[in-house]
C-alpha cells in the first residue's frame, strides 16, 4: 500500500504524537508499504529523508516551539499534488487535516484520522474566553470527522468523551499505540547518571516524563513530592511553558536541592532516565494514552497515576500501579507507600516488565494494517467510486 501520513507533531519536535507516527511509519515501511510524512516546514528540514514532504507553516505566539501548517487555501491548495496514495491518514484536525481532506477527494481514497489529543484540555492557551473557545472548537471537530471515513481513538475512555460529551457521529474504533524504546536499559549509564546528579545510590529517585505545563497536572506531583523523605529525588524530564513557574515553586516548597528540572532529552536518552529511577510518577488526567507511561514500565518501573483519561485504562491497579484519585493525599500517599516499601516495590517492577496490557508495536501496526485495507476496499465498493 502508499500511505500518506499528515501530522503536525514531527521531528525536532518531539512528543508523543510524534512518537506514535513515527512508529507507524518506521513498522509499516519495514513490512513493505511505501509512506509518505507530510509535516509543518521548521529549521532543520533539510534534513528530512526523501519520504517527509513538508508544507509552509506558522508559528503561534503562545506556542512558540510547535509550528503549525496553513490551512491548503489559494496557491497552498496544490502542494500536495504530486502524491498519490491509496489511503490518508491524518493525525490532526487543523491545517494538515484539512489537506487530507483535500488529497483524499482529488485521488478518490479513504481519509482515516487519529484523534491524539482533548483539545478541551487546552483552551486556556486560546486567547479568546473559555465559552466562545469550547463552542468554536466543538464546532470544528464535529464538521472535520464528519467528512472522515474512520475516526480512531487511543483508548476506551477517549471514546466515551467524544461520544458522550461531543456526540461525536462519526464511526470511530479505538486503536492504542504500540508502546516503543530506542533502546535497552543500560545500568552503567544510568547509574553515572545519578552521580553526575549528585544522587546516592541508597536514594530514591521519582520520575516524571512530559510536558510541564498547567494541563498535565505537574503541581500537584510538586506538592505531593514535598510530603516525601529527604532521601528521594523527584527528576522532571521534558520542556514547556511553565518550566520556570514550576521550577520557582518547587524552590518554594524547599525542594530545589532535590528536585532536578533537566529539560527536553532526546528519544536515545530517554531510556537512561527511566533506568535511573525507581518510581514513574503521572499526575495528568488530560491523556487520550499517555505513551511516557508504557515506556517507564517496559523499564520496569511501578507507576502512580490518576484516574480520569485514558492513561490509567493501560496499568493495572494494585498489580504494576497505583491509580488515585487526582488529590493531594492520594497522590503523595501512593508515592510514599512505594518509596517506603521496598517487597511492593520490587514486586510491581516485575509486574510491568510483564504486563498484558502494555499495547505492542506489532499489534498495533498488524491492526492499522488491516484497517487500512477494509476501508480501501469498502471505498472502492462504495457508489460513486
Sequence with gaps: MRIALLTESWYPVVNGVTASVRTLADELMAGGDE???????????DLDPLYVQRVPS?????NTRNPFA???????SHR?????????????????????HRLARRLGVPHVST????YFSYI?????????????LRTVLTQFYSGCALLTVPSKDTEIQLRTEMRMPCPMEVHPTGVSLPGVVDAERAGALRTLMGIQPDDRVVLYVGRIA???NCRLLLESFARLPENCHLVMVGGGPDGDSQAEFSAELGMDRRT???????RERLVDYYGMADIFAFPSYTETQGLVLGEAQSCGLPCVAVTGGGAAEFVRNNVDALVVPPELDAFAGALLRLVADDVLRHQMSAEALASPVRPSVPEMVSHIRQMYVRLIAEHQKAPGA
Design 80 to 100: 500536495l499534488d504530486n502524491i498519490d496514495v491509496d489511503i490518508v491518514h491524518s493525525h490532526h484536525p487543523f491545517g494538515l487535516g484539512l489537506y487530507g
Design 115 to 118: 484523534f491524539h489529543t482533548l
Design 124 to 136: 486556556h492557551y486560546s486567547p479568546f474566553p473559555p465559552p466562545v473557545s469550547r463552542w468554536w
Design 260 to 266: 532536578h528540572f533537566v529539560g527536553p532529552v532526546s
Design 70 to 76: 496553513y490551512p491548503p487555501y489559494g496557491p497552498l
Design 214 to 216: 498547567w494541563e498535565k
Design 35 to 45: 509512506v509518505i510524512i507530510v509535516c509543518p516546514d521548521m529549521p532543520g528540514a
Design 58 to 62: 506558522w508559528v503561534s505566539p503562545w
